[in-house]
Structures are given as structure tokens and as C-alpha cells.
């Protein structure tokens, strides 16, 4: 059935042709082409025949989105899955019953359990109507391996249930009726306001600073109803609905909120100009630093000699340049991530993401959607967004695409680096980057107005070195934030 989605059809008699033509037999995948589409409609349209749409958007390589799309579906192994817990010792169960598992992809099922005093737990599965396994977990043991763990967010499990209950919540809308899609959307609401996600049904506001000329402008997307922006670090990534596995906590039945492990990580970053942001927490300040240098050049973010890692950085200016302009502003083009104690190499750049190990190569792209698993490696690469690398032990890179237009006519797409877990460094670490990860002791003094009032300028002594600083302001948080030029 194809349809330009003009004046003089009607889609009830569209949903209900279909429906009776496929009466369950088989599944139904849409491709959306362009901007100018109904995505709800044919949303709605797959998800009442046990299937799933897709957008190909116009401004990129459209047989590597069909290419991306062929590979998820393609291979399914399982049918009617089915993830059963005991009925007394859980609550608040997201989906928990799946048309397909497809090859590649996974399970996610999160919730509550409300009976702390359970010493084991168990889950069956059943699939195919004929397959069946249990997965038996002991409780005590598994708490006492998640203390080791460290996530992005400090209360993950509880987010995670939130994030996937919201994405099924506007799910549902799609072919719900009109008092039970309010329903469903106030529902959705109340937990995106509470657990700060960003939705389709809520906004957020973002303060662009005055001098802006030359900030990279982000091109606008359609609005899905799956899709959820996620805040993290003052970073904005958006995420789509792919991953689902078996992942349960115990959490307080009494209690509004869910047990929560407090973790901080100190932020130290290169993304945009200027590039290089540290935070310093025992100041409650954060250093911010540039490097005129020429488009071409290569920067050593880290290099750690104890651990075998290395982080470099190459750097893109504009398209255009203004004769006049004496500084140029540049970003990073290009990363390269060595460990020679696992003999890998990582290279990255807007187009697509190489891995190499000892002679062994696999290359990705931005397209891609995958968590690649290896002893000492976990590599999560989130589509046209960000990507995660993770070495065992040691340290945890985020790695985050900025899309510009295509056809911008002054801006290249560029690339933000985030060292999550400095402390698993050695101290004998080096680099733009790598110089800050261990203890910094600076002072401030001879703080004098600026020629704008909001922007005093000061001297600092950091390292031995006497600079000249601009003391600005981070909102919204009000954090102080000192600008140098290092000499």
C-alpha cells in the first residue's frame, strides 16, 4: 500500500485494509522517506500488525540507512517471547512480552521487586511456543557485584525503568482512543517531568550565549513519538528505543524513590571552541583553555604510560574563513584512542568509526547501532550520536557527534570528547587533557573589572605557570568558570 498522504484518503479504512489483509500472518515494516510524512500514521500502522517503521532521511546516504535497516530485521531468531517473574515478589513490570527477537539485538525488561527478604529469584522464559529455559539469579550475590559497577547515571536501574515505561506509555498512544491516549499522555508526562527526560510532551529551553555569530547551527529532525533526549553532563544525545534485557534490583517497597548509589565523575573535555573544559570540584570551579593552532595540527589529549593509553586529536577549521580574521576558529575532526597493552587502535571521525585489533580491522559507521563486547573492551556506538569506550579497568572515553547541515556553508560536522573516570589513569598521565586528571592546586588574585562588568579578569598561578584569567559564569547552575590562553 503506498500513499502520499494527501487530501482524500482515509486513515481508518488505510489501518483497517491492511490489518485484514496481513490477519497476523506476518509482520509489517514501514520505510518513511523524507521530512515531508505522517511518521504517527505509519507508526500506528506497524505497530497494530507486530512490526516497525523507520525513517530514511534525505540528507544522507540513503543505501547505508536501507543497508542499516535490512540488517536489524533480517535475521529473526525468535518469536513470542515471553520473560515470566513471580507474580508476589514483583511490580511495576515494563513490557515483558515480545513478537520478536531479532539476531543483534536484545531484551530488556525492568521493575521492582517488593520482596526484600527473597534470596534467590528466578525468571522464565518461553519463545516459539516450544522453547522454554529459567534463569535462576541469586539476589545477595548479584548486589554485591553491582557495588562494583559504575554507570553514567548513579540511580541507573531506576532511569532505566523509567526511560523504557515512558517509550511504551507513547507507544500505546498510537492506537488507543481519545480519553485513554489522554490518559496515556498524562501519565507519560508526570514521569518525563519527574525523571527530567525530554520528550514529545515536554521542552526544554536552551540559552544560546550572545556572541553566537559563529556557533555551529543543529538541523532540526521530525519528531518521533519513541524517540527521548537524554541530558547527561550538559550533553544532549538522543536515544531510540533498541535494547531490552533482563535487569531487576532491590528497591525499597516503602519508599517513593529507588535505591541509589552516589557516584560523581569529574568531567574533563574537548568539544568545541574553546575546546578544553576541566572541573576542578574541590574549587567547586572549572578551567577553560583554548589552542590556536592551524587546521591539520594533531593534539595529545592523554597519554598514560602505566596503563598503555593514548588520545589524540586533529583538528578542522571552516569551510570559509574571513580574510580579516587573525584567530580561526577550529574543532576536532578526528580521534585516535591506542591501547598497546590490548594492541588496539581506534580511529573515529564524523564518517565512521575503525577498530583495529592486531591485525584484525572492523569499520562502522554513524549509521550503526551495536555494543561490541571483548575481554578488557566494551564499545557501545549509539546511532548518528555518541559512542562509548570502555577498557576494563582503566578509563571510559564518550565520544559525541556534532551534525551540522549538510550543505552548511561554514561549518563541518565535529567531534566532543568526555573522559568520564579520570581517577583510573596513573598519575604519571600527560597531555592537554591528561595534565589535570590528578590533584590541581591553583590561586586566584588580583581580580579586576573587565570591560564587561559580568567578566572580571584576574590572575591565576596553575602549574607553575602565571596567566591572565577571564572569570565568567556556567549557567544554569551558577558554577564559576576561568578562562585562559596557555602559554
Given at each position: 500500500?503506498?500513499?502520499?498522504?494527501?487530501?482524500?484518503w482515509?486513515?481508518?479504512?488505510?489501518?483497517?485494509?491492511?490489518?485484514?489483509?496481513?490477519?497476523?500472518?506476518?509482520?509489517?515494516?514501514?520505510?518513511?522517506?523524507?521530512?515531508?510524512?505522517?511518521?504517527?500514521f505509519?507508526?500506528?500502522?506497524?505497530?497494530?500488525?507486530?512490526?516497525?517503521?523507520?525513517?530514511?532521511?534525505?540528507?544522507?546516504?540513503?543505501?547505508?540507512?536501507?543497508?542499516?535497516?535490512?540488517?536489524?530485521?533480517?535475521?529473526?531468531?525468535?518469536?513470542?517471547?515471553?520473560?515470566?517473574?513471580?507474580?508476589?515478589?514483583?511490580?511495576?513490570?515494563?513490557?515483558?512480552?515480545?513478537?520478536?527477537?531479532?539476531?543483534?539485538?536484545?531484551?530488556?525488561?525492568?521493575?521492582?521487586?517488593?520482596?526484600?527478604?527473597?534470596?534467590?529469584?528466578?525468571?522464565?522464559?518461553?519463545a516459539?511456543?516450544?522453547?522454554?529455559?529459567t534463569?535462576?539469579?541469586?539476589?545477595?550475590?548479584?548486589?554485591?557485584?553491582?557495588?562494583?559497577?559504575?554507570?553514567?547515571?548513579?540511580?541507573?536501574?531506576?532511569?532505566?525503568?523509567?526511560?523504557?515505561?515512558i517509550?511504551?506509555?507513547?507507544?500505546?498512544?498510537?492506537?488507543?482512543?481519545?480519553?485513554?491516549?489522554?490518559?496515556?499522555?498524562?501519565?507519560?508526562?508526570?514521569?518525563?517531568?519527574?525523571?527530567?527526560?525530554?520528550?514529545?510532551?515536554?521542552?526544554?529551553?536552551?540559552?544560546?550565549?550572545?556572541?553566537?555569530?559563529?556557533?555551529?547551527?543543529?538541523?532540526?529532525?521530525?519528531?518521533?513519538?519513541?524517540?527521548?533526549?537524554?541530558?547527561?553532563?550538559?550533553?544532549?544525545?538522543?536515544?531510540?528505543?533498541?535494547?531490552?534485557?533482563?535487569?531487576?534490583?532491590?528497591?525499597?517497597?516503602?519508599?517513593?524513590?529507588?535505591?541509589?548509589?552516589?557516584?560523581?565523575?569529574?568531567?574533563?573535555?574537548?568539544?568545541?571552541?574553546?575546546?578544553?573544559l576541566?572541573?576542578?570540584?574541590?574549587?567547586?570551579?572549572?578551567?577553560?583553555?583554548?589552542?590556536?593552532?592551524?587546521?591539520?595540527?594533531?593534539?595529545n589529549?592523554v597519554?598514560?604510560?602505566?596503563?598503555?593509553?593514548?588520545?589524540?586529536?586533529?583538528?578542522?577549521?571552516?569551510?570559509?574563513?574571513?580574510?580579516n580574521?587573525?584567530?580561526?576558529?577550529?574543532?576536532?575532526?578526528?580521534?585516535?584512542?591506542?591501547?598497546?597493552?590490548?594492541?588496539?587502535?581506534?580511529?573515529?571521525?564524523?564518517?565512521?568509526?575503525?577498530?583495529?585489533?592486531?591485525?584484525?580491522?572492523?569499520?562502522?559507521t554513524?549509521?550503526?547501532?551495536?555494543?561490541?563486547?571483548?575481554?578488557?573492551?566494551?564499545?557501545?556506538?549509539?546511532?548518528e550520536?555518541?559512542?562509548?569506550?570502555?577498557?576494563?579497568?582503566?578509563?571510559?572515553?564518550?565520544?559525541?557527534?556534532?551534525?551540522?547541515?549538510?550543505?552548511?556553508?561554514?561549518?563541518?560536522?565535529?567531534?566532543?570528547?568526555?573522559?568520564?573516570?579520570?581517577?583510573?589513569?596513573?598519575?604519571?598521565?600527560?597531555?592537554?587533557?591528561?595534565?589535570?586528571?590528578?590533584?590541581?592546586?591553583?590561586?586566584?588574585?588580583?581580580?579586576?573589572?573587565?570591560?564587561?562588568?559580568?567578566?572580571?579578569?584576574?590572575?591565576?598561578?596553575?602549574?607553575?605557570?602565571?596567566?591572565?584569567?577571564?572569570?565568567?559564569?556556567?549557567?544554569?547552575?551558577s558554577?564559576?568558570?576561568?578562562?585562559?590562553?596557555?602559554?
Amino acid at each position: 500500500c503506498l500513499s502520499d498522504g494527501g487530501d482524500g484518503w482515509q486513515e481508518r479504512d488505510h489501518l483497517k485494509n491492511v490489518k485484514n489483509a496481513i490477519q497476523g500472518r506476518y509482520s509489517l515494516y514501514n520505510l518513511a522517506f523524507g521530512y515531508d510524512i505522517d511518521y504517527n500514521f505509519l507508526e500506528k500502522m506497524a505497530l497494530e500488525n507486530n512490526g516497525l517503521t523507520r525513517c530514511i532521511y534525505e540528507h544522507s546516504d540513503s543505501a547505508l540507512q536501507l543497508q542499516s535497516f535490512y540488517d536489524e530485521v533480517a535475521t529473526p531468531m525468535l518469536r513470542e517471547v515471553q520473560l515470566h517473574y513471580p507474580i508476589n515478589a514483583t511490580a511495576e513490570l515494563t513490557q515483558n512480552n515480545f513478537n520478536h527477537y531479532y539476531d543483534g539485538s536484545e531484551i530488556v525488561v525492568a521493575g521492582r521487586i517488593i520482596d526484600n527478604h527473597l534470596n534467590s529469584f528466578t525468571a522464565d522464559v518461553k519463545a516459539n511456543k516450544d522453547v522454554t529455559f529459567t534463569e535462576k539469579v541469586d539476589i545477595e550475590e548479584t548486589a554485591k557485584t553491582l557495588q562494583h559497577q559504575e554507570y553514567i547515571f548513579g540511580d541507573y536501574t531506576e532511569r532505566l525503568w523509567a526511560y523504557l515505561t515512558i517509550q511504551q506509555l507513547l507507544e500505546k498512544r498510537f492506537s488507543a482512543q481519545e480519553e485513554k491516549r489522554r490518559n496515556l499522555a498524562a501519565e507519560a508526562l508526570e514521569l518525563s517531568l519527574k525523571y527530567k527526560f525530554v520528550t514529545p510532551l515536554t521542552s526544554m529551553v536552551v540559552t544560546k550565549p550572545e556572541d553566537n555569530e559563529d556557533k555551529a547551527a543543529i538541523a532540526d529532525k521530525p519528531v518521533k513519538g519513541r524517540d527521548i533526549l537524554i541530558i547527561l553532563f550538559g550533553i544532549v544525545t538522543l536515544q531510540r528505543q533498541t535494547l531490552v534485557s533482563c535487569l531487576f534490583l532491590n528497591m525499597p517497597t516503602n519508599s517513593s524513590t529507588f535505591s541509589r548509589t552516589n557516584i560523581h565523575c569529574n568531567v574533563f573535555a574537548v568539544d568545541g571552541d574553546p575546546h578544553f573544559l576541566i572541573e576542578v570540584p574541590q574549587k567547586k570551579d572549572h578551567l577553560c583553555f583554548n589552542k590556536n593552532l592551524d587546521p591539520g595540527v594533531v593534539l595529545n589529549l592523554v597519554k598514560d604510560l602505566d596503563t598503555g593509553i593514548t588520545v589524540n586529536g586533529q583538528l578542522i577549521g571552516k569551510k570559509k574563513v574571513r580574510n580579516n580574521a587573525q584567530i580561526q576558529k577550529t574543532y576536532i575532526g578526528k580521534l585516535g584512542i591506542v591501547n598497546t597493552q590490548l594492541d588496539l587502535k581506534i580511529k573515529i571521525t564524523s564518517e565512521k568509526i575503525t577498530l583495529q585489533n592486531g591485525r584484525k580491522t572492523a569499520t562502522f559507521t554513524w549509521l550503526d547501532t551495536i555494543t561490541l563486547q571483548q575481554e578488557s573492551l566494551t564499545m557501545e556506538i549509539n546511532r548518528e550520536k555518541n559512542l562509548v569506550l570502555s577498557f576494563a579497568d582503566d578509563a571510559t572515553f564518550f565520544v559525541v557527534l556534532h551534525r551540522v547541515w549538510k550543505k552548511h556553508p561554514i561549518h563541518h560536522d565535529f567531534l566532543g570528547l568526555y573522559m568520564l573516570n579520570s581517577y583510573k589513569v596513573s598519575e604519571h598521565t600527560h597531555g592537554l587533557l591528561g595534565q589535570f586528571f590528578q590533584h590541581i592546586d591553583f590561586e586566584v588574585f588580583d581580580i579586576c573589572p573587565g570591560s564587561d562588568p559580568e567578566k572580571p579578569h584576574a590572575t591565576m598561578i596553575v602549574k607553575n605557570n602565571k596567566l591572565t584569567v577571564t572569570r565568567l559564569w556556567k549557567r544554569p547552575h551558577s558554577h564559576r568558570l576561568y578562562y585562559f590562553q596557555p602559554i
